[in-house]
């Protein structure tokens, strides 16, 4: 290798990396926005100083200055601080019920695509019941048997989403069970175990980190739908639907209240779609449009 | 060594051989009976239908019989029980009697539409739900137009166009993003706080209706504006636009006479979707505009854990799911003549 070639690499990958970049520059912008969701999620107190709890009378329902940048709410809390620790609670409910979600869907649609048959006809039809209740609803009657928390809303959120990952991945074991190279690494004498943990789930399961990033979405406005509702973290707790639901009492006097955890919420699941939809593009080999 | 293992369609050839086929049992039999019935995918999907529906009511009954704690205090909620409610229980639902015909009597009371009383609201549960339904139903159906007319309009003018179908799709990934609720409470804001056209809450006329029908509709417009535009641009590439087109034919009236007819196909399956999607909204902007109906009854029947109201809305809902599901689905055999040769499952 000479040295040419050594100092003109680094230089071309860099403007690749910023051709791509520029092409894609929404991408871009989602994925640093939801960095900074991370960095909100894992240590709030980085990005936002004040304390998300720490009442103040004397300063409540104020807009936004240099201090409180986003305003305070009606018991004088800094919004924009409540806004960054919502980020913790409101990320890590919606991504627990999708793991439940995904674990649980891949087992059963796992288990339904390997044993056909009645297992498979009973799986298919358990899953036909529970998606045939509305995903809010039936996370609203699991509740009503558990009463409202932050646990019970991630358990009913993720039973709710279930059939999705089963279906895919039921449908997914068929078509690589049938194909040929599984014929092939059976002819091996692998043991059943064996082959279902080596050469059959790995295939199965592709599509599901895909899913599982557009589910989130979905999931992130659910959280928010459910705590709205006050079935989630109770009050005084920064989440961002708890925030919206204090927030539309509000609304004549102090609209920012309710606007911020709103715009919050759209960000994140926006950004959280547009990549998902990126990658499906990529997987399936269509351009991203 | 491993015995050699035998493929599954070596199996399936086998048992379905006649010889070696001999049903075992009487639930094979059946099945096999069933089988033997002329199949019309119609029929089956009505029964499929019945069958989800059954088992909805099933579940719900076993959801009460495998809730922790006592079906009586689970059953009386929040409020306090005294011995006369409980008596009234144990004779409503059973209690004393073995479990099948508990399970027997509670399908029985569904199916003549008797769901119990509400001990915490002291009324009948049917008539309190059909009492909460019209103001819903109205919220929905107008939520359906503003959806239908957003999708449509939508995809009929950005289709095929490049800058169009850009700009498209960003409106409906912002959308479809965006809380419905929150949507609601933005539209709140600005047209009843403070340009005042609306009415802050409540129920009163056609005027109380458009600010929540609109933050409801719109993020489902988005989603079905999406697959309505990707089914236009599509028709829009085959040979049979350059046909019409020679024949005449301007633009718009192509997409809106031909086109839209080959792209509404994949979008009348959302409507399930569409329902589930409009009820569960439904249940958090009542909320949102303060308007009565069956949002506000359920999410006060699950705070209280008001248990027979909270399942006779889970039965209905996956009612009226199946309902539409299997009416689209029929439509779609009557609309689609392909769809009627093929008899695969799955």
Not at chain 1, 158 to 171: E, H, K, N, Q, T
Not at chain 1, 236 to 241: K, Q
Not at chain 2, 201 to 225: E, H, K, M, T, Y
Request: net charge positive.
């Amino acid at each position: 290798m000479s040295t040419e070639s050594v100092s003109y690499l680094p230089s071309l990958a860099i403007s690749r990396a910023s051709s791509w970049a520029l092409r894609h520059s929404p991408l871009v912008l989602a994925a640093s926005y939801l960095l900074l969701c991370a960095l909100a999620t894992l240590e709030p107190s980085w990005l936002a100083r004040a304390d998300p709890l720490a009442a103040d009378p004397l300063a409540a329902q104020l807009g936004s200055s240099g201090e409180h940048w986003l305003g305070t709410d009606q018991l004088g809390r800094d919004i924009f601080s409540r806004v960054i620790h919502g980020a913790r609670y409101s990320l890590s409910i919606s991504a627990a019920a999708i793991v439940i979600a995904v674990l649980f869907g891949t087992v059963a649609g796992l288990i339904a695509g390997l044993a056909r048959g009645w297992l498979d006809e009973l799986i298919t039809r358990l899953l036909d019941v529970v998606s045939s209740f509305p995903d809010l609803l039936l996370a609203l009657m699991l509740i009503s048997f558990t009463g409202p928390g932050t646990f019970n809303l991630i358990v009913a959120l993720g039973v709710a989403s279930i059939p999705r990952f089963a279906r895919v991945v039921r449908s997914q074991t068929f078509v690589v069970m049938e194909s040929g190279y599984v014929e092939q690494a059976r002819t091996f004498g692998l043991t059943f175990p064996v082959l279902v943990w080596r050469h059959v789930l790995p295939h199965a399961v592709a599509q599901v980190p895909i899913l599982a990033t557009i589910g989130l979405g979905g999931a992130i406005i659910g959280t928010a739908g459910l705590s709205f509702l006050g079935m989630g973290p109770q009050p005084p707790t920064a989440e961002w639907g708890l925030m919206l639901a204090e927030g539309r009492n509000y609304l004549y006097n102090a609209w920012w209240i309710a606007v911020w955890p709103g715009i919050a919420i759209t960000l994140t699941v926006m950004s959280v779609s547009a990549l998902g939809r990126y990658w499906q593009a990529r997987f399936e080999g269509r351009e991203y449009s | 060594m491993n015995p050699p293992r035998i493929l599954p369609e070596l199996a399936a050839e086998r048992t379905s051989h006649p010889a070696l086929a001999a049903p075992k049992h009487g639930l094979r039999r059946v099945a096999r009976g069933l089988r033997a019935l002329p199949r019309s995918p119609g029929l089956t999907r009505i029964a499929t239908g019945l069958l989800v529906l059954w088992a909805a009511v099933s579940l719900s009954f076993a959801a009460i019989q495998l809730a922790p704690g006592d079906i009586v205090s689970l059953l009386i909620g929040e409020q306090v029980s005294t011995p006369a409610i409980e008596a009234a229980i144990r004779q409503e639902w059973g209690l004393d009697e073995p479990l099948y015909l508990q399970y027997l009597h509670y399908l029985w009371r569904v199916l003549h539409g008797n769901f119990g009383r509400s001990y915490i609201l002291n009324t009948d549960v049917a008539a309190l739900v059909s009492s909460q339904l019209w103001p819903t139903l109205k919220l929905t159906g107008c939520a359906l137009v503003v959806t239908i007319v957003f999708a449509v309009g939508l995809a009929v003018l950005t289709a095929g166009r490049r800058w169009g179908g850009r700009l498209a799709s960003g409106i409906e990934l912002v959308l479809a993003s965006t809380p419905s609720f929150w949507l609601g409470i933005v539209l709140l804001f600005i047209f009843s706080f403070t340009l005042r056209l609306f009415p802050v809450a409540g129920d009163r006329g056609f005027a109380s209706l458009v600010l929540p029908a609109v933050s409801l509709g719109l993020a489902q417009g988005a989603v079905v504006g999406q697959v309505l535009r990707h089914g236009l641009t599509r028709a829009l590439d085959e040979p049979f636009a350059l046909t019409v087109r020679s024949w005449g034919v301007s633009g718009s009236a192509l997409r809106f006479r031909h086109a839209l007819r080959h792209a509404a196909l994949p979008a009348v399956t959302l409507a399930g979707w569409l329902f589930g999607g409009l009820l569960s909204g439904a249940v958090i902007t009542e909320q949102v505009f303060g308007r009565p109906g069956l949002g506000k009854i359920t999410v006060d029947a699950v705070l209280a854990k008001d248990m027979p109201v909270i399942l006779a809305i889970a039965i209905f809902s996956a009612l009226i799911y199946v309902v539409l599901s299997t009416v689209v689905d029929l439509l779609y055999l009557l609309i689609d003549p392909r769809l009627r040769e093929r008899r695969t499952r799955h």
